[in-house]
């Protein structure tokens, strides 16, 4: 699965440090075309740098992205700043925080951790924001569809 980096996020990236890293892993694409059914051009746009921005655009794969953050930030913050191999289960507010109970994809053993903040970026079918949210369907969906 792809990602496309508009010019804005290359920008931001490349201002932590990272333009390098990033234009190894991925692909400036020059321009967007469609054509219809018997090849001709329907319409066409040009992207990143051959539209008139400062940063190219880049197409680049989810899990190259991931680990090239995950490795900065790793480099940044130190070894345990980000913990892998663990489903979210819940979380409670503390008085200092938040406690989150996770299960330990490994062992199979539940596990805790407190921190002063949680941010929910478990993507589009969020267990973080299924909790907060418990009354209201997934993304896409309408409570009562059909399965639900």
């Given at each position: 699965m792809?990602?496309?980096?508009?010019?804005?996020?290359?920008?931001?990236?490349?201002?932590?440090?990272?333009?390098?890293?990033?234009?190894?892993?991925?692909?400036?694409?020059?321009?967007l075309s469609y054509y219809d059914r018997s090849?001709?051009?329907?319409?066409?746009?040009?992207?990143?740098?051959?539209?008139?921005y400062d940063w190219p655009q880049y197409s680049v794969h989810r899990g190259r992205l991931h680990l090239m953050l995950l490795k900065a930030v790793r480099e940044w913050l130190g070894a345990d700043a980000v913990r892998t191999g663990r489903v979210f289960r819940r979380f409670e507010q503390t008085a200092d925080g938040v406690r989150?109970?996770?299960?330990?994809r490994a062992s199979g053993e539940p596990t805790a951790e407190d921190a002063g903040l949680l941010i929910g970026s478990d993507g589009i079918d969020s267990a973080v924001r299924a909790r907060l949210y418990p009354g209201e369907a997934p993304p896409g969906r309408r409570l009562g569809d059909v399965g639900e």
């Open positions: 792809g990602i496309n980096l508009l010019p804005h996020a290359v920008r931001e990236l490349a201002e932590l440090g990272l333009a390098d890293e990033l234009a190894a892993i991925a692909l400036p694409p020059q321009r090849g001709e051009p329907v319409w066409e746009e040009p992207l990143g740098v051959t539209a008139g989150v109970h996770f299960l330990d």
